[in-house]
């Protein structure tokens, strides 16, 4: 039993991993990383509220 809502919909895998970031992150449909933003822009994903101080 997993955590969470599980990457599958509908018995296919929805992500997979990243090839730039190594994260199991990368949307196979939409072809972009939810990580790092890989496949929707050269620059990495960032935001100013999730950095460390």
């Known amino acids: 039993m997993t955590k969470g ?3 599958r919909r509908g018995g296919k895998i929805v992500h997979q991993i ?3 970031c190594g994260k199991h992150s990368y949307h196979r449909q939409q072809g972009v990383c939810a990580s790092c933003g890989f496949g929707a ?3 990495r994903r960032s935001y100013s509220w999730a950095k460390l101080k």
């Open 18 to 20: 990243c090839r730039r």
């Open 41 to 43: 822009s050269a620059r």
């Open 5 to 7: 809502t599980a990457s």
